[in-house]
């Protein structure tokens, strides 16, 4: 009955929440329109009189009507500084003499009906408030799914009343849609932060829950365990946090009391009772009197969210990169715009490729957590030279000194990872691993897209020093020492020579991760912001669609993961998701449009979601047959593999854009991905690959 009575509560408050926010949409487009709707009008006509003004004064000056030079590029320029205008035309004898913007049918435009159009919103009542409204309300449906053209059915004219020039106007048509597009961005900027805060929020409360509920539970339940079957050992690091953490710290002071019993009983004995003391000695090995558990060994959890707060203040500025350096680039710099527009990220990927080999053996030696806090260093003197760059040559090196730290940082978490999961567990550690940078890509794309279209570019690289110094903070608490990430071999020098025999890996780094990447950086971080630019897409609409590609990671790569695990399949999931890579990418070709790119987007985000876990798996899986390389330095030149395909991914994009349009260079790339899937699956599928993996062994 308890039940019943709470599952339609549950029901009654999610159709009173969907019901209060159509009300609201409702009644925030009234108020909108109502109040908006005029000053555009009065706007159309100011700019209408200016332009008036300003043709009066050629023709007064002597210039001819058909002959002002210029008209045209000034007319752009004023249609370039209101969004809210579809066209304007200057007309002479009903013949549009010069014009900018789609010219809508001129004839029968009357300015009576424009004025009415204006006192109708000024005067309406509520009701016809609500009329107009229902009438408008299926316009907020993004422009991408109803397509681009817009009605213009508030056009201005204003005649021009100089001698010879009857019949002459000037005309200015405004949006009918403007109003509507506003609210559509707002509406869409709105749910981003509500998913962006949900997201962080379930990061929170994981962390939260797992310091104050399950882990002090889980300790309590061991202590009661062992106990119960009568060992008495004392745990030298339990878990105080919240209530339940006070009961499991005071079990562990009673097994403290105890030893400290037993302690003082043993030291009262001389030692000629040596009987009692070996008996009492037996008793205390039965019974753990004197047993001392080990420090903690580290949890995913522990790296978790100091990953996702430095990944979130790094990817801050991915939607808008190749926009920010175009905003500085001067003609006669020593290398072509297309070249450096993808310039940084190339950079950002090169140097950590060049460090991540390095980054590994330094984990290996100081461990994780000093090198996560160095890394801070350069990461964040990083985004304060791009927060004061004075031109694109300073981002580029801003750039390469935040990958410094980038590379360190993220190295060191993925070693932690690995260490702290278990062989059956690998493709799961790893997914929480890609699931957490997923999540801070799709996090901070988005956010800093909507913050970047509000207060500009370089602010946003201000929060990212702040959040990755909170992430410093985080990380000085939470990790663990006494993690370790390699493995005890023999040899730890020349692990890429060792590594370089082994088929199997060679084969999954050089035809899936390197293209993996190269489709990454190429198309989604330089590719797709050019393409949505060229398509006349705001700020805010590069960071929404972008963060398609990690809100369809952060749900399928567990998913994916668990597939892997169950059935060790991971070279077919590798090479399945390759392979889809290329051909969305060939599908871009053709002629351009956003409904084609947000596709694209989707489903390289299901591709890669097949990918991303069970390729760091399945490369694990293959070094296990090479013994002589550690774990952390196999990741490490797995990552630095990957960043090779990183850095050559917006070189490669670039140097095709300069020669062919963005169709038909996602084709051409697309192509080079589908062949390196296909070479996968045959070479991992010949004889030959198993055999020199047995002689390598």
Known sequence: ???????????????????????????????????????????????????????????TAGVPFDQIRGMDAYLDDTISKYPELTFIAVTDNSDVLYSVGQVANLDNVDNAAFEQNSARYLNASFGERLTVVANELPMLLPSFLKGSDQQQDDVYRLDLENEGLANSAVYVGLSSTYVQSQLTDIFFDIAIVLVAVLL????????VVMFYISGPLEESESILKRQIAGDFSVNENVPAHGAIGTFADRLNEDSKELQGRFSRLLSRLSTEQSKTMDNLRTIADKFKLQGRLGVKKGDIVDARIPLFVFSFAEELQKSFMPLFVAEFYEPNSWVSEDVMLGLPISVFMFVIAACTPFAAKWVDRWGQKPLFLLGLIPAIGGYLGCAFANDSVDIVISRGITALGYAVITISCQSYIAAVVTPENRAKGMAIFVGVLMTATMCGTALGAIIADRVGYQPVFLVSAALSCFAGLLAWRMFQGGVSGAKKAAGQKGGLKYLARNVRFVAVVICCAIPAKIVLTGFLYFMVPLYLVSLDASQSEIGRIMMIYSLIIIPISPIASGI?????????????????????????????SLLKILLAVTLMGIAHSILKAPLIACALEASENTPEVGRTEVLGILRTSERIGSVLGPIIVAFLLSFYDFGQAMAIVGVGIVAAGVCTLIFLRSPSSSNTEEVSA
């Open 564 to 592: 892997a695990d169950k059935t060790k399949k991971m070279r077919e999931l590798v090479v399945l998701g390759t392979i889809l890579s290329g051909v969305i990418l060939i599908s871009l070709y053709g002629e351009a």
């Open 200 to 207: 962080v929020c379930f990061e929170v409360v994981m962390v």
């Open 1 to 59: 009955m308890a039940s019943l009575i709470n599952s339609r509560l549950i029901l009654i408050t999610i159709i009173s929440a969907f019901l209060a926010s159509i009300l609201s949409a409702v009644y925030t487009l009234v108020e909108f329109n109502f109040s908006v709707k005029p000053e555009l009008l009065k706007k159309a006509n100011a700019i209408a009189q200016g332009i008036h003004d300003d043709v009066d004064l050629a023709i």
